[in-house]
């Protein structure tokens, strides 16, 4: 078996991605654990999951687990990197894991895009727990944005829409809201008699703030009901993915190329119609495209263009081992 030339980890909030790959393309390991949560006092802990899947990848493709370095390259892509203060500590914290010579720390949203170009330019907006946006430019040039939620101009994703659900549910059912069918369909999908006892539930703690995300498909079904609360929802929704695309496009020199926009997080790549078509209306013209493989992808496919360049027999490889194999749960 050919030895690991990229230690691959895309690292999101509700989960976490670790791949070993070969040079050849081939895919040696792949697991997932729990989200990363890497802020303050819990740095510790979102570094010591990352090394439970590194161990668990390691053991996976049948290599030593007392060999150092796993491998050529890490290529590590982690949500809450958005700053530049924050991308330095978590690349000390990486490197300090001495799981290869050369690393690469970055926000998630760039193995999206990796993962959904064969091209190394594009734009990325991720729609997952919360929202961002990244664009690479043919110069190579970056557009980027602090991503912070609403205080740095944010609007969307699974928590933000969740609680804009209960917000206007809960208006209705006190009488400060118009009507609107979300509130009979709020109190039904967490069992309580009314939405009021589901804001309690959620401030007292006996339902957790991540049961929120409960909340988007509820929002697309009632939506596609014709709802004019829920469609005003996801229609605003849709020109928030426009307008980010849009000013990332704004912000790069293209040299009149065509521009891809990958879409990618669990609220976009639901493919809700009445969204897709929101969205497309917003950016006219442009090559929109939901991605259809794990952010993991990306991630290896970074490491493998770092190391040389990755031919279109690696890439072709690469993608496929990753379409027929499932993660190994930690």
């Not at 791949?19 to 510790?44: N, T």
Request: hydrophobic content about 45%; proline content about 5%.
């Amino acid at each position: 078996m050919t030895g690991p030339a990229v230690l691959a980890i895309d690292a999101g909030n509700s989960k976490t991605d670790v791949a070993l790959v070969a040079g050849s393309g081939e895919l040696l390991a792949w697991v997932r654990g729990g989200g990363f949560q890497p802020h303050g006092a819990k740095l510790p802990a979102a570094i010591g999951l990352l090394a439970d899947l590194v161990a668990a990848a390691v053991r996976q493709a049948g290599l030593n687990p007392a060999r150092k370095p796993e491998a050529q390259r890490v290529s590590a892509f982690l949500a809450h990197c958005d700053l530049p203060i924050e991308q330095e500590i978590l690349q000390r914290a990486v490197e300090a894991q001495k799981w290869a010579p050369a690393v690469t720390v970055d926000n998630d949203t760039f193995a999206i895009l990796r993962a959904g170009v064969d091209v190394p330019y594009g734009v990325a907006v991720v729609c997952g727990g919360g929202m961002n946006c990244v664009a690479r430019g043919p110069d190579g040039r970056v557009a980027r944005w602090p991503a912070l939620g609403r205080r740095s101009g944010d609007w969307g994703g699974g928590e933000w829409l969740g609680e804009e659900v209960l917000w206007w549910a809960v208006r209705d059912e006190d009488g400060r809201g118009p009507r609107t069918l979300l509130r009979e369909a709020v109190a039904r999908r967490y069992g309580m008699a009314d939405v009021a006892s589901v804001c309690v539930g959620f401030h007292l703690g006996h339902l957790p703030e991540e049961r929120l995300h409960e909340l988007v498909p509820v929002l697309f079904e009632v939506a596609g009901r014709g709802d004019a609360v829920a469609v005003s929802l996801v229609e605003r929704l849709g020109d928030e993915v426009a307008a980010w695309a849009g000013a990332a496009i704004g912000r790069l020199d293209w040299d009149g190329v065509s521009v891809p926009v990958v879409l990618g997080g669990g609220v976009l790549t639901g493919r809700d119609a009445r969204l897709m078509a929101r969205i497309g209306k917003g950016l006219p013209g442009v090559d929109v495209r939901v991605l259809d493989a794990p952010p993991i992808v990306g991630s290896a496919l970074h490491g493998l263009d770092r190391l040389g360049g990755t031919s279109e027999a690696v890439e072709r490889r690469l993608r496929a081992g990753f379409a027929t194999r499932r993660p190994s749960f930690l």
